[in-house]
């Protein structure tokens, strides 16, 4: 059976749904070891020309150690890094078609923004028009033009960042490297810089592969997501695919909250499966497929913002349904989250839109409630 897209296409563009594509960038079995520490383990990953893409995971689950591998900074113990066909063995970093933009920036304290900017392109002896159109159109691209003559200190954090970026993209590698290139931003430019990213790269029409623990970064910015653990790929998606199907439990706590039932299987036909709840009395009606059998433990993976919230200590069926009582209430201005006890040990979370403006609380603390969710809105998980 074809899988079905989940979520809206970002842009026409998914060569990875198009069996004959052939990828630009590609880890063959790749494994690194330092000493007696593996930190990437056997990894394959295709990446498509033109694609955004994102490695998301924790600290040490071996993201950054695959980007220094594609820039030539670490040299793989097993396997192949290639590059438009290309084995890149042997190829050293200023070989490479690609530039790396860390995340410390990296200026010169001592030279001015263009200077920054043009510094590569004179290492490369590019002629002196060429340079001063190039880091003209790196200016603008940036929108640093009227930053042009400043020194480093005399910027922003935002504009510093720009600067880094502009330098990097001046010598049109094929592939721009991104090393957590927004953790030294505040929240609201961090948000603006991610749009500002994709606006960038989808004008260049270059390849981008970005380095982040931060979800929200890999959802707003990348066409797909690969999630990594303990130096391996845990699933490889589009945000919405990662976001409404994860392949695992690791997987849907890691994006986003997630309320996460034990249960076991009742019975599974053509329209769903049905499950009992392991520690309390409601019964799951859900759409979702599985491959567990009658008996069998497995996990319910709802989001928060999918359970619905109402005042009442009773419902007219148990069957996607529980009662609870208010424990917490965070009022986050958009939205409130309410924790809710099913039970001495087990909490249910509903995010409620604030659709008004807030004068009176109509649910508060230790209030009865129905937590109650559609059929569709979850999804079974076996590991």
């Keep these: 059976m074809a899988k079905k897209a989940i979520g809206p296409v970002r842009r026409s563009f998914a060569p990875w749904e198009d069996p004959s594509a052939v990828p630009f960038i590609e880890f063959r079995n790749v494994t690194k070891r330092f000493g007696d520490f593996t930190a990437v383990n056997n990894l394959s990953l295709k990446i498509f020309e ?9 600290s040490g689950c071996g993201k950054t150690t695959m980007m220094r591998m594609l820039a030539g900074f670490e040299t793989p113990t097993q396997g192949q890094v290639l590059l438009a066909g290309q084995d890149l063995s042997g190829v050293p970093p200023y070989r490479r078609p690609v530039n790396m933009m860390f995340q410390s920036y990296a200026l010169f304290p001592h030279m ?12 490369d002896k590019m002629g002196k028009a060429d340079i001063e159109a190039r880091v003209a159109e790196m200016l603008r691209l940036t929108k640093l033009e009227p930053f042009a003559k400043r020194k480093p200190h005399q910027l922003s954090g935002g504009q510093r960042q720009r600067v880094a970026l502009a330098r990097s993209l001046a010598k049109r590698p094929k592939v721009l490297l991104l090393d957590e290139p927004l953790g030294a ?20 029409k270059m390849t981008f592969l970005v380095v982040t623990h931060d979800q929200e970064e890999a959802m707003t910015m990348a066409d797909r997501i690969a999630v990594m653990d303990a130096g391996e790929i845990v699933q490889v998606a589009t945000p919405p695919e990662i976001y409404e199907a994860p392949n695992s439990r690791f997987v849907a706590d890691f994006i986003g909250d997630v ?13 769903g499966t049905r499950l009992q709840a392991a520690s309390a009395d409601f019964v799951i009606q859900t759409t979702s497929e599985t491959t567990a059998r009658p008996g069998d433990t497995v996990w319910y993976a709802i989001r928060p913002e999918k359970v619905r919230l109402v005042a009442g200590d009773t419902s007219p069926s148990n069957i996607n349904a529980a009662a ?6 965070a009022y986050l201005g958009d939205v409130s989250i309410f924790n809710a006890r099913i039970n001495e040990t087990d909490v ?15 649910i508060t603390w230790d209030d009865r ?3 109650s969710w559609d ?9």
């Design 185 to 204: 931003l505040d929240r609201k430019l961090r948000e603006e810089t991610q749009f500002e990213l994709m606006d960038l790269q989808e004008e260049l």
């Design 348 to 362: 249910l979370r509903s995010t409620v839109t604030n659709a008004t403006r807030l004068v009176e609380r109509p």
């Design 375 to 383: 059929q569709d809105a979850g999804v079974i998980l076996t590991k």
């Design 324 to 329: 609870a009582v208010v424990w917490d209430i």
């Design 259 to 271: 309320n996460m039932i034990e249960a076991k299987v009742i019975e599974t036909s053509e329209d």
């Design 50 to 58: 033109r694609e955004f893409f994102a490695l998301l995971g924790g």
């Design 112 to 123: 001015s923004v263009e200077a920054n900017i043009a510094f590569g392109l004179k290492q």
């Design 369 to 371: 409630v129905i937590l």
